[in-house]
């Protein structure tokens, strides 16, 4: 039988939230080259160390003895935190050593919190001196961020090494980290030089995000660094050279004696097991998305839609762009949307980009778009570069045509072929087509996926639900709250002026390039009931019409208004949120939840049972609303990373405001 949480309560207090985006943080690392190829950094008034062989030496020890430790049978990831990136030369030679010395199934996770970091364009000249790592670092420089405050995730090696790269600084990175390290490498810069890595903060936060046995590494040690150890759980296992000419600390993690930082109401259940099957209900971008974040981690997955084929639904839209929001706050919906916004680029590189055009121009008023690019870098919600306020001439000759307005230039966003896209997510993943599902039953230590009949069309271990608006058609999840848009895309022919365009073109409506002849204007927005039996949703002229009024005059003209023949489109529903986040995670028991959490009405704070009941193995990817192809990689890789205990790939606040349970959790607070 599956484990059903104990009902001890716990006392909690929530620990003081921090935004690093909250206002403009200081990231540059003041560097220059001394003697040609020796990298100085005035922040810290020292050289980084450039000495490949004798810390090729000590790693190799390192992880010699972290891995003699290791059942690797018992484990599909092994991850290293480490505190100063720095130019990634410890990154580039543990990755050297792992390709070595890993099993082959076990995937590197690597968490790297960097105050200042470098640009890719230092770390490319400085770690080309070592010839031993060229292949490392290439691989790196191919997928190395933007510098941009906040969380970035890249992979490395076809996906084995997973590079969780954190910037800005140390305690409020490392606060919004949540996943178990196995092993650290403490940064190479003295205290002296970098008091904020040595912080008390940084110990406590060390503690906290370490496994029982963890390991870490450090090549300075005093009487400080020593007690801190000691008050966070560390023994000292060994204070030697190892062969190098450094004096190494190693400590191992003997005791839990720092408390975990989320909410008992958000925590999510046990990981799911090695062995067993998940079931993904809905075959749009979400369920490609968590199939593809599953089977690359080695998982078996069964995809199961009711149509022919994937994504024929509101994912079978011809064109799809992702572009990032520009809200002029920091706020939940903004920090997703831009953590997002860098996951889908990186995983578009990993894919081999299927863009169909790229660049995206917002058309803005003068005085709107300097108010823009200011409050985004004031909230640093992109990075520098991201979003470019262009005047009417430039604009006019980066998109291809004449247009009278200033705006916004997005270079890294474009539009993407869905279905291209999608069928190399779900590449080897197993699919079972026209199959409607009427019911999901908990059926002893897993589920039974029935038909609209009650007849079993699957039995499986874990179910994910990614349905879109019919996720809520099952009694287990019929709680949460959804909402349906329908919408429409207009298709229309290209004509000799409008071919000349190169961009995606943004006003109230969108006009995408035209590609084999046609272009695309988006989109409708109608709220209200709709019958969701009824397939294909008809097109109709009134919203095309609509379209067409929506773009900017100029673009209009490049079209005969008046003859609408040449058109068709594309229809379908959009599932929404009322704070417009999806949502992703576990699901909860909502009665007992109501319960166990009901105190939640007199505040957060105080006695509750450790984490919530759960719907065992019971989990929902939906609602993904008007930017379901921006958001899917980010939720599935927050989804995989819960089911799977991992690493999560975003601050801890971000991966929870799209809790299923978040909307409990509102219900209770309202109830005062
Ligand atoms: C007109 C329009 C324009 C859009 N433009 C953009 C855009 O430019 N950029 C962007 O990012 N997003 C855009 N979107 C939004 C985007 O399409 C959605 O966010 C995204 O497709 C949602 O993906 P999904 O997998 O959640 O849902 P869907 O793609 O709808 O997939 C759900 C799947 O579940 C299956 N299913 C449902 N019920 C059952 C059942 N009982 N049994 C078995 N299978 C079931 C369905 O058949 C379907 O395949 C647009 C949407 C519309 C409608």
């Not at 084929?309 to 920091?330: D, F, W, Y």
């Not at 890294?412 to 087509?433: C, M, N, Q, S, T």
């Not at 409506?509 to 397939?535: Q, V």
């Not at 417009?580 to 995670?585: F, Q």
Request: aromatic share 10%; proline share 6%.
């Amino acid at each position: 039988m599956k484990v059903i949480p104990p009902k001890a309560k716990h006392f909690f207090r929530p620990p003081p939230r921090r935004f690093v985006d909250a206002g403009p943080v200081d990231l540059d690392p003041a560097v220059s080259w001394i003697g040609g190829d020796r990298l100085f950094s005035s922040k810290f008034n020292a050289c980084y160390i450039d000495r490949e062989k004798s810390v090729f030496i000590e790693q190799t020890s390192f992880l010699k003895a972290c891995f003699l430790r290791r059942n690797w049978m018992e484990t599909n990831y092994f991850a290293i935190g480490e505190i100063g990136f720095g130019t990634g030369l410890n990154f580039s030679i543990i990755s050297n050593l792992w390709k070595r010395m890993a099993p082959a199934h076990v995937r590197l996770h690597y968490v790297a919190v960097e105050r200042y970091p470098l640009n890719v364009d230092l770390i490319s000249k400085f770690l080309r001196k070592f010839s031993n790592l060229e292949t490392e670092f290439q691989e790196l420089v191919n997928v190395y961020p933007p510098i941009h405050v906040g969380f970035n995730r890249v992979w490395l090696h076809s996906g084995k090494i997973v590079l969780t790269l954190i910037f800005g600084p140390i305690v409020e990175g490392l606060s919004e980290v949540e996943g178990q390290m196995d092993a650290w490498i403490m940064n190479d810069f003295s205290r002296e030089k970098s008091p904020d890595m040595w912080s008390s903060e940084v110990f406590t936060l060390i503690g906290r995000l370490s496994k029982l046995g963890s390991r870490l590494k450090s090549v300075h040690s005093d009487s400080y660094i020593l007690s801190e150890l000691n008050r966070v759980g560390f023994e000292i296992a060994e204070l030697n050279s190892n062969g190098s000419n450094r004096k190494i600390l190693i400590g191992d993690l003997r005791k839990t004696v720092v408390e975990k930082q989320i909410p008992p109401w958000f925590r999510p259940p046990v990981v799911i097991g090695e062995k067993g099957t998940t079931g993904i209900i809905g075959a749009g971008i979400a369920g490609c998305a968590i199939a593809r974040a599953l089977i690359s981690r080695g998982r078996n997955v069964i995809l199961i839609d009711q149509r022919d084929k994937v994504a024929q639904e509101a994912s079978g839209i011809p064109g799809a762009l992702i572009s990032p929001s520009i809200g002029s706050q920091a706020n939940e919906l903004s920090n997703f949307y831009d953590r997002a916004y860098r996951m889908v680029l990186a995983s578009m590189n990993e894919l081999g980009n299927n863009w169909r055009s790229r660049g995206v121009f917002k058309v803005l008023e003068n005085h709107t778009v300097d108010r823009r690019i200011y409050s985004l870098s004031q909230r640093m919600n992109l990075w520098a570069g991201a979003a470019l306020g262009l005047t009417r001439k430039e604009a006019s000759d980066l998109i291809g045509i004449e247009i009278s307005s200033s705006g916004i230039w997005f270079g890294d966003a474009g539009v993407v072929e869905p279905a291209d896209y999608i069928a190399k997510k779900i590449d080897g993943v197993e699919f079972l087509a026209n199959k409607m599902v009427g019911e999901i039953l908990i059926d002893g230590d897993g589920w039974s996926i029935n038909d609209i009949s009650g007849n079993q069309i699957l039995w499986v271990d874990n179910v994910v639900v990614a349905a879109s608006q019919n996720s809520i058609c099952f009694g287990v999840t019929k709680h949460l709250p959804l909402t349906g848009v329908m919408g429409q895309l207009s298709i229309l022919p290209e004509t000799p002026s409008s071919s000349r365009l190169s961009a995606a073109v943004l006003g109230g409506s969108y006009l995408i390039p035209a590609s084999s002849g046609t272009h695309i204007i988006g989109s409708t927005h109608i709220r209200g009931s709709f019958d969701n039996s009824i397939w294909p949703l008809p097109v109709t002229s009134e919203d095309h019409a609509k379209n067409f009024k929506g773009l900017v005059p100029e673009i209009q003209c490049l079209f005969s208004d008046a003859d609408k023949s040449g058109w068709s489109g594309y229809a379908g529903v959009r599932a929404t949120t009322s704070d417009r986040l999806p949502i992703v995670g576990p699901v909860a028991e909502p009665e007992s939840f109501r319960t166990d959490f009901s105190r939640l009405r007199h505040g957060p704070k105080g006695q509750f049972p450790k984490l919530p009941v759960y719907q065992p193995g019971l989990y929902i990817i939906a609602g993904l609303g008007s930017r379901g192809f921006l958001t899917a990689d980010v939720s599935a890789e927050i989804l995989a990373c819960q089911m799977l205990g991992e690493p999560w790939p975003v601050e801890r606040n971000i991966a929870l405001s799209l809790s299923p349970s978040r909307f409990l959790f509102r219900q209770l607070r309202a109830d005062k």
